[in-house]
């Protein structure tokens, strides 16, 4: 089949990419259009040499800036070698926008990197900062809590002021562990943690609170869950869950958390019903008085999931029923 010239031309010039073909004594013969935009001068008839100096090399491949701004790949490629039509063919391939979007990359990625360094350093700064204070602040109404006792009409303020400055403790304490989180490596190759033993710890821990709070906390499953990571933050993750889930039971209800099977790995769940719809981002802490509110622990539970290359959801169980699901790989 023979093909018209002037089609094939025609077709060529299409392309984005420059296509410059040379015969033996490497005089240019032919060249695209995407070649002569790339050059900028008339190519054909010319000695390669002549307009392409830096492919005259011996390497079959190569970058060159033939002007500021623009950066081309080339690379050689015979053509019907040892042959009377032989010659060759150089391709040449415009690579300055993917250079200028790597460089952008590179700085986007440097800029990331000083936001987080800086972050970290004012999270450690102002946690510092604020616990010293607010220990004085403790102690202080502490001893005055011992002093002043009912029927003393300054008893009640000074309870709620050693409350406040402890639970102001607690969320420095917090801060802390979740920048600490956040700026460690990935704990996904960790020891092996049982699930099933973590759970039963933090029901033990949670008992107190659970029969002050008038609800029934169990676990079901978790025999053979074995999951890599941290063992100590795993408890946190499950203390914390539990937590918002008393948070959201009502009393009377029966708080179950259960491990299973799932998607390669495990999944943990803790009811959320109840009044769980508007009580989910305000979690909750073991403490002598029973379940105590705070903004942080649902921010700790994405924060350990994420450490351990899991995932937290909110979805149903088999009932219907809205439970908080960490997602956490075999």
């Known amino acids: ?37 790339l050059l900028g001068e008339q ?26 701004g623009l950066v081309v790949e080339w690379s050689w490629s015979p053509l019907l070698p040892g042959t009377p039509q032989e010659g060759r063919c150089l ?48 102690a202080m109404s502490e001893l005055l809590g011992e002093e002043v006792t009912e029927p003393d009409p300054l008893a009640a303020p000074v309870a709620a002021v050693a409350r ?7 969320l420095i304490d917090t801060v802390t562990e979740l920048a600490r989180i956040e700026n460690a490596a990935p704990a996904g190759t960790g020891e092996p943690v049982e699930l099933q033993d973590v759970v039963a710890d933090a029901l033990r821990g949670w008992a107190s609170a659970a029969n002050s709070a ?11 869950a074995t999951v890599r990571g941290e063992a100590v933050l795993l408890r946190r993750l499950v ?55 705070d903004s942080t622990a649902l921010m700790l539970c994405r924060a350990i999931v994420a450490r351990h290359g899991g995932r937290l959801t909110t979805d149903t169980d088999p009932e219907g029923a809205a439970v908080l699901a960490a997602h956490l790989p075999g």
């Open 1 to 37: 089949m023979t093909v018209d010239p002037a089609l094939l031309e025609a077709a060529l010039d299409q392309l984005g990419t420059g296509l410059l073909v040379t015969s033996a004594d490497g005089t240019v013969v032919a060249a695209n259009q995407a070649t002569h935009d």
């Open 43 to 68: 190519a054909t008839g010319r000695k390669v040499g002549d307009t392409v100096a830096a492919a005259m090399t011996a390497q079959d491949s190569g970058r060159w800036s033939p002007r500021p």
């Open 91 to 138: 391709v040449l391939r415009d690579v300055s926008h993917r250079i200028a979007d790597r460089a952008r990359l590179r700085r986007q990625n440097r800029a990331l990197a000083e936001l987080v360094a800086m972050k970290a350093e004012f999270t450690a700064a102002v946690s510092h900062e604020l616990r010293t204070p607010v220990t004085s602040i403790a």
């Open 164 to 170: 406040n400055a402890q639970r102001l403790l607690g």
């Open 214 to 224: 008038a609800v029934h906390l169990t676990g079901r499953g978790g025999a053979g």
């Open 239 to 293: 203390d914390a869950m539990i937590g918002i889930g008393l948070a959201a039971a009502e009393p009377g209800a029966l708080l179950t958390v259960a491990v299973a099977a799932a998607d390669s790995g495990w999944r943990v769940t803790v009811p959320i019903g109840g009044r769980g719809g508007d009580r989910l981002f305000t979690s909750s802490a073991v403490t002598g008085d029973g379940v105590r509110h």
